[in-house]
């Protein structure tokens, strides 16, 4: 199973020999017999829940496994990484005013700022290996641009957006991961198809929109603005918490089957890259919201 974030399209993050990347991988957090390993030459030193000789799994008297994936490499780096993003758009709310004599060159340094973390963004999606000053360099420019866009929808529409944004962030991590913890949420191909349709979709009406309200002016086709804004908020909420279940999937299936603990880093920079989407959903949302009130 492949996820969303195009950070995972890689090794074991992706697609091998025509079918989802860790091949049967477990559907139900646990590891199924005759799976394909994309990790280990040897299966019985890289993965202790590799089938033995005799159909058993090599469970607790298997060797520990060193220099792999685990869940604390993953909390420690995504905490980086966002400690990274919120230290740097404190800063910039900070140094960056948005009022009107500094409102024009602040929001040049954002846009300068969000196009180099896209640059950064895209050149660590098509390494092979992860480059933690890339990923670190992604999260302090991103930090840059959202400190100057939640400063001036603060100042401009209401101080308590941002809060709320943020805690509506925060609300969506926590449900996910209960959910999925729980298995109520059941990440399949079907899933899979189903998410990654809806979200070229909504790519594809977000950028016609975009393309309408420069070339025609206005709020081109109000789907960020009014009924159609507050609906299409909440879409790209959910398609979010959809991207967090994939991201989920991926990171239990890579500590699952031994992935080197450099991926971990990966793991990090894609979930940085969620919570970043579901913020700006967030903060649009109540910004529409609040100026309805």
């Given at each position: 199973?492949?996820?969303?974030?195009?950070?995972?399209?890689?090794?074991?993050?992706?697609?091998?020999?025509g079918q989802a990347g860790f091949n049967a991988a477990p559907?139900?957090?646990?590891?199924?017999?005759?799976?394909?390993?994309?990790?280990?030459?040897?299966?019985?030193?890289?993965?202790?829940?590799?089938?033995?000789?005799?159909?058993?799994?090599?469970?607790?008297?298997?060797?520990?496994?060193?220099?792999?994936?685990?869940?604390?490499?993953?909390?420690?780096?995504?905490?980086?990484?966002?400690?990274?993003?919120?230290?740097?758009?404190?800063?910039?709310?900070?140094?960056?005013?948005?009022?009107?004599?500094?409102?024009?060159?602040?929001?040049?340094?954002?846009?300068?700022?969000?196009?180099?973390?896209?640059?950064?963004?895209?050149?660590?999606?098509?390494?092979?290996?992860?480059?933690?000053?890339?990923?670190?360099?992604?999260?302090?420019?991103?930090?840059?641009?959202?400190?100057?866009?939640?400063?001036?929808?603060?100042?401009?529409?209401?101080?308590?957006?941002?809060?709320?944004?943020?805690?509506?962030?925060?609300?969506?991590?926590?449900?996910?991961?209960?959910?999925?913890?729980?298995?109520?949420?059941?990440?399949?191909?079907?899933?899979?198809?189903?998410?990654?349709?809806?979200?070229?979709?909504?790519?594809?009406?977000?950028?016609?929109?975009?393309?309408?309200?420069?070339?025609?002016?206005?709020?081109?086709?109000?789907?960020?603005?009014?009924?159609?804004?507050?609906?299409?908020?909440?879409?790209?909420?959910?398609?979010?918490?959809?991207?967090?279940?994939?991201?989920?999937?991926?990171?239990?299936?890579?500590?699952?089957?031994?992935?080197?603990?450099?991926?971990?880093?990966?793991?990090?920079?894609?979930?940085?890259?969620?919570?970043?989407?579901?913020?700006?959903?967030?903060?649009?949302?109540?910004?529409?919201?609040?100026?309805?009130?």
């Amino acid at each position: 199973m492949r996820s969303s974030n195009p950070v995972f399209s890689r090794r074991g993050f992706s697609r091998d020999n025509g079918q989802a990347g860790f091949n049967a991988a477990p559907q139900a957090g646990g590891p199924v017999v005759g799976t394909q390993n994309p990790y280990a030459t040897n299966p019985y030193a890289a993965n202790p829940y590799a089938p033995q000789t005799d159909g058993q799994y090599g469970g607790p008297q298997a060797p520990a496994r060193a220099g792999v994936m685990t869940i604390d490499d993953v909390v420690t780096r995504t905490a980086s990484t966002l400690g990274t993003v919120v230290l740097t758009a404190v800063l910039a709310w900070v140094l960056l005013p948005v009022d009107e004599s500094n409102l024009g060159k602040s929001y040049g340094i954002a846009i300068g700022a969000a196009l180099v973390a896209l640059v950064l963004a895209l050149v660590q999606s098509f390494k092979r290996t992860p480059v933690p000053a890339l990923i670190l360099g992604y999260a302090a420019f991103e930090g840059v641009f959202l400190g100057v866009i939640s400063s001036t929808v603060s100042t401009y529409l209401s101080p308590g957006v941002v809060v709320q944004a943020v805690m509506g962030t925060m609300a969506v991590f926590a449900g996910v991961l209960f959910a999925y913890k729980m298995r109520w949420i059941r990440v399949t191909r079907r899933f899979y198809g189903f998410v990654m349709a809806a979200a070229m979709g909504f790519v594809l009406l977000m950028v016609a929109n975009l393309l309408f309200s420069v070339f025609g002016g206005g709020d081109g086709l109000g789907f960020r603005s009014g009924g159609l804004g507050i609906l299409f908020g909440v879409i790209g909420i959910i398609l979010g918490a959809c991207f967090l279940a994939l991201d989920f999937k991926q990171v239990e299936d890579g500590v699952t089957y031994g992935a080197p603990r450099e991926e971990s880093w990966m793991a990090a920079f894609g979930l940085t890259m969620t919570l970043v989407w579901i913020y700006l959903e967030m903060l649009r949302l109540f910004s529409i919201l609040s100026g309805n009130d």
